[in-house]
C-alpha cells in the first residue's frame, strides 16, 4: 500500500510543481514593484494615498520628479470616506507616505483617530488660508489643495421646451411644478449625495429631515451613485433620462457643451452649492516623510494648481493660477456656498445618516 | 486512497483558504468584537437585535431565494437545448450564455436601468426601483451558473434510461420527473447553492437596482465598512453572513449526498440528439430567456456605439487611451492585458487548488466519522463565496501587512483572491461528476493491475474532461469579471479591466462613459471568444485517452 500511495503523490507533487512554475512564468509577477533608491540609500519614490478620482498629467509629475529628484507612486483608494477608513485600519504600518482626497466631511475622523503627522508647507498660496480647517490642530495636518462645489444642475433645454422656469433654490426643489423632476445619488452611498444632504443641513438645521420629507413627497429619485443619476436619469447625460434636475458639480456644465457650439445646455444652481475641500497630508510612520513633504509644497505651486481643473475638475486654492478658457466662462463658483463645520460632521455624521435613511427608505 | 493521502491532498487548498480567507476574515471580525482591544461580545449581541439587521436578513434570504429558483427554472430549459440537443451554433450560444457572467455589475446596472426607467423600452412594467429588478437582475448574472453546471452533467448522461422508460409506456414529463431529474439533482444543488451564494452576497445589483431602498447583509457591511467605520456592526453582520451560509451548505451538502449515485454514462461519446417537435415547448423557453438576457447586452452595445449624437466606433478607439482629462494611469488596452495574465494565472491556481479538494470530498469513506469530516470539508470550501468581499478585502490590508506575510502591496494578491472566488465554482462543477462514477469500476480496474494513475486515466478521466474545460473555462470567467476582491488588491499601475471600468464610470464626462461601456462590450466579447474556442477545443482532445 504504501508503494501505490507514492505513486499517487508523485504526480501530484510533480503536477503541482510544473504548475507553480507557470504561474511564476507567465505571472502578473516577474514585476515586483521595488522602490527606486538614491545613491545615498535613502528611497526615491513617494507613495500617495489618494482617492479614485485622482488624475495627474504625466508632465507635472516629471517636473516633479526633475525638481526634486523624487518620483511620485499613488495608490487610488476608493472615495474620500474609503480613503479616511483604510488610512484609519491600516495605521501604525500605513500604506502610503501622504494622502490627498481626504475631504472636508472625512477631516475630522483622520485628525481624530492620529493618523497624521504635523506638516504645513512654508510658502502657501495667500488665498489657501481661506480654505483651511477652522481647528488649528486640524490644519497643522492637512493641507488644502483644491475645492469643488457641489450643487444641483438643471437642463436648460428641457425647461425651454417645456416652457418651464427652472428652479433656482433648495426650496423650490420641493415646489409642485417640480414633482418627479430630481434625482440625487443618496448620501450613505456616494460623496456628492453626501454633500448635498450637509448642505440641507446647513441651510435647514434640525428641521433638515421635514425638508426630506417634502423632497420625498415630490417624488425625487434616489440612486446610488453620481455615475447612475448623471447618466441614466438626467435628461442632458447621454441616457437621455426622465429627470431635468440632478445633484451634480459646479464644475458639470462645460462638458455639456455641444460639438461645434459654444454654450452648454446645462447649468448649476449656485444657491444650492456644498464646497468640498480635498486636503494633503503626511502621515504618521511614512517611510519617505521628506518626499511626501516635498511633494505636498509642489502641490501648492503654479504649475500643479493649475493642471488641476483639467484633470480633476476642482478649483485650485491659488486665485492667482489660471483656469481653462470653457472652465473661466462656464464653470461658476457659488458666491456663498454651504458650510457645516468638519468637527460637526465628525460628531453627527452616523446619526445624520441614519435619520437620512429613514426619512428616505420608508 | 487512505486518509492520510486525503488529508495530503487537502492540505495544500486547506492552508490557502486558511491564510486568504480565513485570517482576513479573522483579521476584521476580532476588531469588531475588541474595538478598544478589550473584547466586547455584549455590543456585538446588541447589534444582532437591531430590528433593522432582522429586516436585512430577512430581504437578503427572500430575494437571493426567490433569485435562485428563477435561474434554476429559466436554466433548465436552456440547459437541456444547449447541452442535450444538436443544431449549428450550439458551441457559440453556450459561450453567449457566460457574457452576463463576466459583466461588471456597474454597467449593467445602468443598462437594466436604461431599459426600466419610464421612458425606456421596459417602461411600462414600472418595475424601475423595485425588488423584481433586484432578482431579474440576479437571475441575468447567474445563468450561467445552472446553466453550465447542470448541461455538463446532462450531456454525459446515458439516454438509453430515459428511451427504456418511454418504451415502457411513461410519458415525457414522467420520464422527466422519475429518470432524468433524479439523476440531475446533486448538479441542481450544487449549481443553486452557488447561485444563492453569489446573490446573498451581491451589492453592487442591490445599490445600483435597488436605489437605495433595499439593504441585503452585504450591502450593509459595505455601508458600515466603507462609510461609516463601524466595525463593531459589521463584524456582527460578517458573522450572521457566516453561520446563515455554513447552516445553508451544510444542508444543501445533506441533500446532495443523500441523491448522490452512480450513473449510467453515455456509451456513446456524444448523448446529443438532433430537435424534435415535442421539443417545440422547451426550445420556445429557451429562445425567450436567452432574448431576456441578452435585452440589457444589446442596450450596452447600442449605447456604446452612440458618439454624441452620431453612431460610432470612436468609444472602441478611445479604448487605447487613458481617457478624458486622463481619467486612467494606463489605456484600457493595457488594462485588459493584465486581466489577461491574471486570469491565466488564476485559472491555473483555482483548477490545481480545486482538483486536489474535488478528488478528496468526493470519495465515499466507509467510516461515519470521516464522512462527517468530508462533507464539513466540502462545506467549508464553498465560504469563500458566501463571506463579504468587503471584509475579506479590508482583511487583506489588516493581517498581511507584516512580515513574514507582507503580500499588501504584492501583485500575487490578485489572481490568489480571484482564485479563492472560483475555487468553490470548480469543485461544484467536478463532484458531483466525479461522485456519479460508479466506484467498482475503479475497484476493477485497480484488482486487473491498473496503477492509481492508470485507473484516473482510464476510469475517472474519460467521464471527467467535459466538467474539467467547464471548470476550466468557469474560472477563467470568474477572475476576468472578478471586482469586488480585485478593487481593493489591485496594484494602481496593473488595474484590471473591471477595475478600470469602474474608475471609468464614476467619472464626468461623455467620453469616458461611452470608454466604459465599450470596455464592457469588450470585457463580454472576450469571455465568449475564450469559451468558445474552450468548446471546440474538447472534441479535439477527447480521442487522446
Known amino acids: 500500500m504504501h508503494a501505490r500511495r507514492a505513486l499517487t503523490t508523485a504526480p501530484l507533487t510533480l503536477s503541482l510543481a510544473v504548475c507553480l512554475a507557470a504561474t511564476a512564468a507567465c505571472s502578473v509577477g516577474g514585476g515586483t514593484t521595488e522602490q527606486a533608491t538614491g545613491p545615498d540609500g535613502a528611497t526615491k519614490t513617494v507613495v500617495v494615498a489618494t482617492h479614485d478620482s485622482w488624475a495627474m498629467s504625466k508632465k507635472v ?198 460639438k461645434g457650439a459654444s454654450r452648454p445646455t446645462t447649468s448649476a444652481l449656485l444657491d444650492t452649492c456644498f464646497r468640498q475641500v480635498e486636503y494633503a497630508g503626511l502621515l504618521k510612520g511614512a517611510k519617505n516623510p521628506k518626499g511626501a513633504q516635498a511633494f505636498i509644497d509642489f502641490m501648492e505651486q503654479k504649475s500643479f494648481q493649475e493642471a488641476l481643473p483639467d484633470n480633476m475638475y476642482v478649483f485650485p486654492v491659488d486665485q492667482d493660477a489660471a483656469l481653462p478658457t470653457d472652465w473661466a466662462k462656464f464653470a461658476k463658483v457659488a458666491p456663498k456656498p454651504f458650510t457645516v463645520p468638519p468637527a460637526d460632521i465628525a460628531k453627527n455624521r452616523d446619526t445624520w445618516l441614519r435619520e437620512w435613511s429613514d426619512v428616505t427608505t420608508r | 486512497m487512505r486518509p492520510r493521502t486525503l488529508v495530503a491532498l487537502a492540505a495544500l487548498p486547506l492552508v490557502a483558504l486558511g491564510l486568504f480567507v480565513v485570517l482576513p476574515v479573522a483579521g476584521m471580525v476580532g476588531r469588531g468584537f475588541a474595538p478598544d482591544g478589550d473584547l466586547d461580545v455584549a455590543g456585538v449581541l446588541e447589534v444582532l437585535g437591531r430590528p433593522r439587521v432582522h429586516r436585512v436578513l430577512w430581504f437578503t434570504v427572500w430575494s437571493a431565494g426567490l433569485a435562485t429558483i428563477g435561474t434554476v427554472l429559466a436554466g433548465l430549459p436552456v440547459a437541456f437545448v444547449l447541452y442535450r440537443l444538436r443544431f449549428r451554433g450550439r458551441e457559440l450560444l453556450r459561450a453567449f450564455v457566460l457574457m452576463p457572467f463576466v459583466m461588471p455589475t456597474v454597467v449593467v446596472g445602468v443598462a437594466f436601468r436604461t431599459l426600466l426607467v419610464p421612458s425606456g423600452p421596459l417602461g411600462a412594467l414600472q418595475l424601475d426601483g423595485t425588488p423584481t429588478a433586484i432578482i431579474a437582475a440576479m437571475v441575468f448574472f447567474n445563468l450561467a451558473v445552472v446553466v453550465r453546471t447542470v448541461g455538463s452533467l446532462w450531456a454525459g448522461l446515458d439516454r438509453r434510461r430515459e428511451e427504456a422508460a418511454a418504451a415502457l409506456g411513461a410519458s415525457p414529463l414522467q420520464v422527466l420527473r422519475t429518470v432524468t431529474l433524479p439523476a440531475l439533482t446533486p448538479g441542481i444543488v450544487s449549481a443553486a447553492s452557488v447561485v444563492f451564494l453569489f446573490c446573498a452576497t451581491s451589492f453592487g445589483v442591490v445599490l445600483t437596482l435597488g436605489g437605495l431602498r433595499y439593504a441585503t447583509v452585504e450591502t450593509e457591511i459595505y455601508l458600515l465598512t466603507t462609510q461609516l467605520l463601524d466595525l463593531q456592526a459589521a463584524a456582527a453582520l460578517s458573522l450572521l453572513q ?165 503580500l499588501r502591496s504584492s501583485p500575487v494578491l490578485v489572481p490568489i483572491a480571484q482564485a479563492m472566488v472560483a475555487l468553490p465554482l470548480v469543485v461544484r462543477t467536478l463532484v458531483p461528476v466525479l461522485r456519479s462514477v460508479e466506484p467498482r469500476q475503479r475497484q476493477a480496474a485497480a484488482s486487473l493491475g491498473a496503477s492509481p494513475v492508470r485507473v484516473a486515466l482510464t476510469v475517472d478521466l474519460p467521464v471527467v474532461w467535459r466538467p474539467l474545460l467547464a471548470a476550466t473555462g468557469f474560472a477563467f470567467a470568474v477572475s476576468l469579471g472578478e471586482f469586488g476582491a480585485t478593487s481593493f488588491l489591485s496594484r494602481p499601475d496593473r488595474p484590471t479591466l473591471p477595475v478600470v471600468i469602474y474608475q471609468l464610470v464614476s467619472r464626468p464626462g461623455e467620453t469616458n462613459f461611452g470608454m466604459a461601456l465599450a470596455a464592457s462590450v469588450v470585457l463580454g466579447l472576450v469571455t465568449v471568444a475564450v469559451m468558445a474556442a474552450v468548446e471546440r477545443l474538447r472534441l479535439g482532445s477527447v480521442g487522446a485517452f
Not at chain 1, 205 to 224: E, Q, R
Not at chain 2, 372 to 377: D, E, G, Y
Open chain 1, 61 to 258: 509629475l516629471r517636473q516633479f520628479t526633475a525638481e526634486t529628484g523624487y518620483t511620485v507612486k499613488v495608490e487610488p483608494n476608493g472615495d474620500a470616506g474609503q480613503l479616511t477608513n483604510k488610512l484609519v485600519l491600516t495605521q501604525g504600518s500605513p500604506i502610503a507616505d501622504m494622502a490627498y482626497g481626504i475631504d472636508n466631511t472625512f477631516a475630522s475622523r483622520a485628525v481624530d483617530e492620529g493618523v497624521l503627522a504635523d506638516y504645513s508647507p512654508a510658502d502657501l498660496p495667500a488665498s489657501a488660508s481661506s480654505y483651511a480647517l477652522p481647528d488649528t490642530v486640524e490644519a497643522q495636518q492637512l493641507t488644502p489643495v483644491d475645492y469643488g462645489d457641489v450643487c444641483v444642475n438643471v437642463d436648460d433645454t428641457w425647461f425651454a421646451k417645456h416652457g418651464v422656469t427652472p428652479p433656482k433654490t433648495l426650496d423650490d426643489l420641493t415646489n409642485p411644478a417640480y414633482k418627479g423632476l430630481f434625482v440625487t445619488p443618496g448620501a450613505s452611498s456616494s460623496s456628492p449625495g453626501l454633500a448635498f444632504l450637509l448642505a440641507t443641513v446647513a441651510k435647514y438645521g434640525d428641521a433638515w429631515p421635514t425638508y426630506w420629507k417634502k423632497l420625498m413627497a415630490n417624488d425625487t429619485l434616489i440612486t446610488s451613485g453620481w455615475s447612475d443619476a448623471y447618466e441614466v436619469d438626467f435628461t442632458a447625460g447621454g441616457g437621455g433620462g426622465d429627470r431635468p434636475i440632478v445633484l451634480s458639480y459646479a464644475s458639470s456644465p462645460p462638458f455639456t457643451i455641444p
Open chain 2, 242 to 406: 457566516i453561520v446563515v451560509v455554513a447552516a445553508l451548505l451544510y444542508a444543501a451538502q445533506r441533500t446532495r449526498a443523500s441523491r448522490e449515485q452512480p450513473l449510467d454514462r453515455a456509451a456513446e461519446r456524444d448523448a446529443t440528439r438532433r430537435p424534435r417537435r415535442r421539443d417545440l415547448v422547451v426550445v420556445a423557453v429557451t429562445g425567450l430567456v436567452l432574448a431576456l438576457v441578452a435585452a440589457p447586452l444589446l442596450t450596452l452595445v447600442l449605447r456604446s456605439l452612440r458618439v454624441g449624437s452620431t453612431w460610432g466606433l470612436g468609444h472602441y478607439r478611445d479604448l487605447f487611451t487613458t481617457g478624458e482629462g486622463g481619467a486612467l494611469l494606463v489605456p484600457v488596452t493595457t488594462a485588459l492585458a493584465n486581466s489577461w495574465r491574471v486570469a491565466v494565472d488564476a485559472t491555473l491556481l483555482a483548477m490545481l487548488l480545486g482538483v486536489l479538494v474535488a478528488v478528496v470530498v468526493s470519495r465515499r469513506p466507509k467510516a461515519r466519522a470521516e464522512r462527517r469530516a468530508l462533507s464539513v470539508l466540502d462545506s467549508v470550501f464553498m465560504l469563500p463565496l458566501g463571506v463579504s468581499a468587503v471584509t475579506i478585502g479590508f482583511g487583506f490590508l489588516v493581517t498581511l501587512d507584516r512580515p513574514p506575510l507582507d
